[in-house]
C-alpha cells in the first residue's frame, strides 16, 4: 500500500508513527513532512497547501490512501480535487469542512440542528456587533469566523474590551479575511474536553477522549496558542457522557451538514466545555485531528487505525480502532521563546534519549546543512509519555520535555493539572 500524509507537524508525525506500526512494510510518503516524519516515511518537499503539486504527486507516486492532517488543504478543496481524480482521500470536501473554516457557518448548523453552543450573533459591519456587545452579559468571547491557526478567539472580561477586538477584527483588518465576519458568544463555564470522531457522515467510531491546553502559561494563565499538550483518555468524559455527545452533537451535526449537501467524512473533531452539571456545550468544531491532541490519542491505538480510515476514505462506515485498556497518554508541547507571536528560530535541538514509554514528535524542526537539529517554528516537539496509570504517563511526558535542550526552550510542566488534581 501507497500512504500519502499531508502536513508537517506534530500531527502528521504522530500519523507517519501509527500508520508505519500498523505497515511496516508500505510506502509512506509525508509532504511536506519533518525531520521526525523523514525517520518514518520518504518526505516530499510540498508544501501542504499547494493542490497541483499534491495532486502532481499522488499521481507520480500511484498513492492509494491520502490522509489530509491540516484545515488548510481541505478548506481549499484538496480532497475534492484527489477524489475526482479517483483517489481515495481522508478528509472533508471543501463544504464539509466550512464547520471548522466557517465559524459563521458552523453557528448556523448547529443552530438549524438543535445542537448545544453557546448563544451567539454573527457580524460583518461593525455598528451591529457593538450595539450587541452592548446587550451582552460580561465576559464574552469575540471570534473571526475564518481560519486563524488557534489565534482568531478573544475571550474579552469586559463589554469595552470585546467592543475593542471587534472593532480591531471588523474595521481595523487584523486577523485578514479570517476576520472580516465575526462570532460573539457567551461566555461558557466548565472544563473543555477535544472528542475526536472518525466518520464517513452516518457511523462514527470515537478515538479517546482527550483534553488540550490551549493558554501558553502554566496554570492556564496567558494567550491562547494552538495548543501546549494533552492528554487521554479524560475521566470526565464517562460512556454515559460519550453516548450524550454522540446524539446531542455528532450525530445530528452530521445529519444536517449531510442534509445540506456536505457529506462530512474523515474526522469530526468536536471542542466542547462541559458544564460543572456535566451538560455538553460545543466551543468549536474542527473537520480534521486536533494537534496536539493526535500525539496523545494516536499512540493509545491498540489495532484497527489504517482500516478504519482507509474504509472511510473509500466511502464506507469506519470499522472498529481498537483502543488498549488502562493505558494513558500524555504530551507535552516544547515550544520556542516568543511562541505564539514571535517565536525565536535556529536554536539548535538536543533531543532526549530514549526513555521508557516516551515518544517524541518532531513539529516546528529542520537539519540545516551540517546536519543539525535546529528550530524553525512555534511549536518544536512534542513529547508524549505513555504508561498503565495517568501519573506514569504524566512523569514520562514532562522527563522528556524536560531532557529537551535548545536556547530558549519553553514548555508548561503542569499538563494534564485537572486530571491529577482529580486523582489526588
Ligand atoms: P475556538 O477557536 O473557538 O476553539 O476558541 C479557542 C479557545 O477559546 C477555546 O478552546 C476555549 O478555551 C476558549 N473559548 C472559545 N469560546 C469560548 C466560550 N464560548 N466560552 C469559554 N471559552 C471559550
Ligand atoms: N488542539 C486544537 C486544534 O487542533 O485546533
Redesign the pocket.
Known amino acids: 500500500m501507497r500512504i500519502l500524509v499531508v502536513g508537517g507537524g506534530g500531527r502528521e508525525h504522530a500519523l507517519c508513527w501509527a500508520l508505519r506500526r500498523e505497515n511496516p512494510d508500505a510506502d509512506l510518503y509525508c509532504a511536506p513532512g519533518n525531520p521526525g516524519t523523514a525517520t518514518l516515511a520518504t518526505n516530499l518537499p510540498i508544501a501542504a497547501d499547494d493542490l497541483d503539486r499534491l495532486a502532481d504527486a499522488a499521481d507520480m507516486y500511484g498513492i492509494d490512501l491520502t490522509i489530509i492532517g491540516p484545515e488548510v488543504p481541505l478548506a481549499r478543496g484538496l480532497a475534492d480535487r484527489l477524489r475526482a481524480e479517483g483517489r481515495a482521500v481522508f478528509g472533508p470536501s471543501a463544504a464539509a469542512a466550512r464547520i471548522e473554516a466557517s ?1 459563521a457557518f458552523a453557528k448556523d448548523v448547529m443552530r438549524a440542528a438543535g445542537v448545544p ?2 448563544a ?1 450573533g454573527t457580524f460583518t459591519t461593525a455598528g451591529p456587533a457593538l450595539a450587541f456587545i452592548d446587550r451582552q452579559a460580561e ?3 469575540v ?1 473571526a469566523s475564518g481560519l ?1 491557526a ?1 489565534k ?4 474579552c472580561g469586559t463589554r469595552g474590551e470585546a467592543s475593542s477586538v471587534a472593532r480591531a477584527m471588523l474595521a481595523g483588518g487584523e486577523l485578514g479575511e479570517a476576520g472580516r465576519e465575526i462570532v460573539i ?6 472544563e ?1 474536553l477535544s472528542v475526536l470522531a472518525v466518520t464517513d457522515g452516518r457511523s462514527v467510531e470515537l478515538l479517546a477522549p482527550a483534553q ?1 491546553h ?2 501558553l502559561g502554566e496554570g492556564d494563565t496567558g494567550p ?1 496558542t494552538g495548543g501546549m499538550g494533552a492528554y487521554a483518555p479524560v475521566s470526565i468524559a464517562t460512556p454515559a457522557l460519550l453516548e450524550r455527545i454522540r446524539r446531542e452533537v455528532l450525530h445530528p451535526t452530521l445529519a444536517e451538514l449531510e442534509r445540506r449537501g456536505a457529506r462530512f467524512t474523515g474526522v469530526l473533531y468536536a ?1 466542547l ?1 462541559i458544564a460543572p452539571d456535566g451538560a455538553p ?1 460545543v ?2 468544531f ?1 473537520c480534521r485531528l486536533g494537534d496536539p491532541e493526535t500525539q496523545a490519542v494516536l499512540p493509545l491505538v491498540a489495532g484497527g487505525l489504517t482500516d478504519a480510515l482507509e474504509r472511510v476514505a473509500t466511502g464506507q462506515a469506519p470499522s472498529a480502532i481498537a483502543a488498549e485498556p488502562g493505558r494513558f497518554a500524555v504530551t507535552t508541547v516544547v515550544a520556542a521563546r516568543g511562541y505564539p507571536d514571535r517565536p525565536e528560530r535556529d536554536a539548535a535541538i538536543t533531543l532526549p534519549g530514549p526513555l521508557p514509554g516516551m515518544t517524541v514528535f518532531h513539529a516546528g524542526t529542520r537539519l540545516d546543512d551540517q546536519g543539525v537539529l535546529r528550530v524553525a517554528g512555534g511549536r518544536v516537539l512534542s513529547v508524549t509519555g505513555v504508561g498503565s496509570s495517568f501519573e506514569e504517563a504524566r512523569a514520562r511526558s514532562s522527563a522528556g520535555a524536560g531532557e529537551v535542550a535548545f536556547e530558549g526552550r519553553i514548555y508548561r510542566a503542569d499538563i494534564g493539572w485537572r486530571e491529577a488534581a482529580r486523582r489526588r
Open positions: 465559524k453552543t453557546a451567539s465576559p464574552l468571547v471570534k486563524a488557534g482568531g478567539a478573544v475571550v458568544e457567551a461566555f461558557l463555564e466548565g473543555e488540550d490551549k493558554r491562547n471542542g466545555m456545550s466551543v468549536e474542527n
